[in-house]
């Protein structure tokens, strides 16, 4: 069964699980691209190759902004089918700590180890802190030696967002359906706005408050819509990409700021679902690996 035929669905009827949703591998492998071009354009002797293209290379820090919308989408998507039941928390947790918990740990100590033996090979004033890795390993947000707020390894400060988010996602999972998005969205909200509002805050409340959380909720939401929806328009998709390109044209440096991955997640999602030979296509062209929905 194609995606379009799982997705399209009349009233009444229950979604139809897949394995595999083709657009959000495509949104996948575009966001890891842009990340790993603005590290290659942030850590590498690369400017002067690439200076023509610079500021559209700068906007792959959207990129992560990206991945976060997935990530709500993804876990409204997996749990349809476990809100208000037993257990369901549990076995949520055990799942999403199974999958991130190991490797993080293994890179985390790895990093650790070098920074204690080899601190010269790092940043200066760096140095090992056993309090640093502590709240590392239990992602807990912390400043460094040099005063950066970043785990031991410092890509890690998304898994700081992420399992902020399954926690909460986690502790609602009891509740009905219809009592999950207004509350997550509340919790959220308010952590949010209170980052906008207020501050400095704690170390501490560095996730808690941050507006990023808002891209999270984006997802949920995208998610909740693409699973009760009976029919999309066909050319949303379209309506959503327009103004994408136009932000990231507009202000590249909006990634952090602005509404261009919003756009471009809501964009992708619904372009793929207009089931259309030119969508499967660009959609198969990214990687013909399933992305497991579990």
């Known amino acids: ?17 897949q394995d595999t949703i083709y657009s959000l591998q495509a949104l996948r492998a575009l966001a890891a691209t842009m990340v790993v071009l603005f590290h290659a354009y942030v850590h590498l002797d690369v400017r ?69 033996m080899l601190p010269q090979l790092f940043s200066e004033g760096k140095s090992f802190s056993l309090e640093h890795l502590v709240a590392s390993l239990l992602f807990v947000p912390w400043q460094n030696s040099i005063g950066d707020i970043k785990p031991v390894l410092n890509v890690g400060w998304t898994l700081n967002f992420e399992m902020y988010f399954y926690l909460l996602f986690a502790l609602m999972l009891p509740l009905k359906q219809q009592l999950f998005l207004p509350l997550l969205s509340l919790v959220m909200l308010c952590g949010a706005t209170a980052g906008f509002t207020g501050g400095p805050y704690p170390t501490l409340l560095h996730v808690v408050t941050s507006p990023m959380l808002i891209e999270f909720l984006t997802g949920c939401f995208i998610g909740s819509w693409y699973i009760r929806c009976h029919e999309t328009p066909k050319y949303l998709g379209c309506y959503c990409f327009c103004p994408a390109c136009s932000a990231l044209s507009m202000r590249p440096e909006s990634s952090n700021g602005g509404y261009l991955q919003h756009w471009l997640s809501s964009a992708h999602f619904w372009w793929n679902d207009t089931g259309s030979p030119a969508s499967r296509r660009c959609s198969s062209s990214w990687g013909t690996a399933p992305i497991p929905c579990t």
């Open 48 to 116: 002067n190759i690439i200076a023509g293209i610079s500021a559209l290379v700068d906007a792959g820090r959207a990129g992560v902004d990206i991945f976060f919308v997935i990530s709500g989408f993804i876990m409204v998507y997996i749990s349809r089918d476990s809100f208000g039941k037993p257990g369901a928390s549990r076995d949520f947790i055990i799942r999403r700590t199974i999958r991130v918990v190991p490797v993080y740990w293994f890179y985390t100590f790895l990093i650790a180890t070098i920074l204690y």
């Open 1 to 17: 069964m194609n995606n379009s035929q799982s997705i399209h669905h009349r009233a009444g009827d229950t979604p139809q699980r």
